[in-house]
Each structure stands twice: as C-alpha cells, then as structure tokens.
C-alpha cells in the first residue's frame, strides 16, 4: 500500500483498494466454487471457452447441430479429463443419423458421423458431453465417433471412410494427448455396461490404428 499525500490521493487510493477488494474476493469465491461446482462452473460468468456459432474442432468438417438435448454442457478437458475415442456404427444412412441426432426425442447423439464417402459432419462440441456411450462416465471421457453403416456388412466399411476416421481420431488423440493404442481407441461394446455390438467384427481395427498412427505422425 502507497503513501498517503492528501485529500485527493486517498480517494483515489480508496477506491483502487475498493476495486482491487472486490477482484480479489471474486477470486476468492470462484476458487470455493470451483471445488464444489468442478463440473458446474462454465456457469461462472468469464470461465466459458468461447463458443463460435458453426465452429469445429475438426478441420474439414461441417457444422450440424444435434439436439440441445442428446448431449450436456461442459468445459471439456477442463472439467472431465479425455482420455477415450469411441467408435460407433450408425444401423442406418448418414442422413438417418444426422436426422435422429437432431430429434430432442432419441435422448442419444455422437459427436461426429463420418459418411461413407469420407465427408464429415459434427453436431455437437468436443467441449461438452455427448451421450453415445450409454455411460455416464463414459460419456464424460470420450468423444464418440459414428460410422455410416451396419456391423453385419463388411461393405460398409470403405477407405474413404477409414481415412477420414482415422484423421479425425489421430486430431483428438493430440488435442487430448490419448495415446493410440485399444486400449484408449475403443467400440461401443467395450464401454462397460452396454448392450450394444458396434462397430462388430468387419471393422478392421488393427488397419484402423495403422491409419490412425499414420495420420498422428504427418
Ligand atoms: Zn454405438
């Protein structure tokens, strides 16, 4: 704290301590808040990351909002840490899926569908929580990719469509620094508690993690 000369420095004085008293209990209060609300505090004002109406996280890819409904506000990896890709097989055409994630009825949504062609759509952030996994938990740690397709058709499957996959999850890995490895590049059947059979037995995963190396390295 400065000297004091007069009426006029100890008003100024006054009311900088005043100004730097109040910033400093905000601080204060946000870091109380921050250890109860660790998952809630995006609501603080000021800790939000910025949110760019059409913006991805995926360069190439196009906007198309799910749902406000199929996924969870979040500060992702700020609030939950990243640390799992899940690969999943839509059961239907791209459109289909595009279509359904869009519905506040389905009550589910990934957060990227690549088409069979390669194209890809993201409809929600990688910031917030997608509900893809049937997990909570894993839903909170993972970014869930859907693939146009049927686990029952090999055909479905097509190098365009393991490409632009691979790119994209070789993107998350580094922007989470997940290793690319089974064990953090998994199919919805591995989530624990599922019910669910995708990708199934034609997805070539050890072609897929080739591509996925391949991609984090160039
Ligand atoms: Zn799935």
């Avoid at 400065?2 to 008293?21: F, S």
């Avoid at 601080?27 to 004002?45: F, I, K, N």
């Avoid at 909570?136 to 693939?147: A, F």
Wanted: charged content about 25%; overall charge neutral.
């Amino acid at each position: 704290m400065g000297e004091t000369k007069g009426g006029d420095a100890d008003r100024r004085i006054g009311r900088r301590a005043l100004l730097i008293g109040g910033a400093a209990a905000a601080v204060g209060t946000a870091v109380l808040a921050r250890e109860e609300l660790a998952h809630l505090w995006w609501r603080l004002p000021g800790v939000e990351k910025p949110r760019v109406a059409g913006a991805v996280d995926f360069r190439g890819a196009q906007w198309v909002a799910a749902s406000s409904a199929n996924w969870r506000r979040a500060d992702r990896p700020d609030d939950y840490a990243v640390d799992r890709v899940v690969v999943h097989v839509t059961q239907g055409s791209f459109k289909s899926a595009v279509k359904v994630f869009q519905d506040p009825g389905h009550g589910a949504a990934a957060h990227y569908i690549v088409r069979k062609d390669g194209h890809i759509t993201q409809m929600i952030r990688e910031l917030d929580v997608a509900f893809h996994a049937g997990n909570r938990e894993y839903n909170e740690r993972s970014v869930g990719i859907e693939h146009e397709g049927f686990v029952e058709s090999a055909s479905s499957f097509t190098d365009a469509m393991y490409e632009a996959s691979a790119r994209l999850t070789a993107g998350i890995c580094g922007r989470y620094g997940i290793p690319v490895d089974r064990a953090h590049i998994i199919g919805h059947v591995e989530v624990p508690g599922t019910d669910h059979t995708d990708p199934g037995p034609h997805w070539d995963w050890d072609r897929y993690l080739k591509l996925v190396r391949r991609a984090r390295t160039a």
